[in-house]
C-alpha cells in the first residue's frame, strides 16, 4: 500500500511539472546548487529516489548578513542539502 502511494505521488509530481521547470539539488554541483538557490529561492531535493520536495527555507548564504534572527539563543546556521560533489553543500542561511 505504501509502495503504492509513493508511486502515486511521484507520477502526480510528474505530472504537475514539466521535467525542464526545475533541477534537482542531486543533480547539480555545489556552485550549481548554490546560484540556482539564489536564483530560485528554491531547490528541489530527491527523496526516497522518487519524489522531488521544494525547499525554501532562509535566505540564499551570500545574504547571510542580511539575516537576523527574531530570539534572543537563536544563531543562524547553514541549510545543506546533498549534491553531485559534495555530501554536504551550504546553500541557504536559517535562524
Request: net charge negative; glycine share 4%; proline share 5%.
Amino acid at each position: 500500500m505504501t509502495r503504492m502511494l509513493v508511486s502515486g505521488l511521484a507520477a502526480l509530481v510528474a505530472l504537475c511539472a514539466p521535467a525542464s521547470a526545475f533541477e534537482l539539488a542531486q543533480d547539480l554541483t555545489c556552485d550549481q546548487a548554490i546560484a540556482y538557490y539564489e536564483k530560485n529561492h528554491v531547490i528541489y531535493v530527491l527523496t526516497h529516489d522518487v519524489i522531488a520536495v521544494p525547499i525554501r527555507v532562509g535566505v540564499p548564504a551570500k545574504d547571510a548578513d542580511k539575516l537576523q534572527c527574531p530570539d534572543q539563543g537563536q544563531h543562524p546556521h547553514g541549510y545543506t542539502v546533498e549534491t553531485k560533489d559534495r555530501w554536504r553543500c551550504i546553500i541557504a542561511v536559517t535562524c
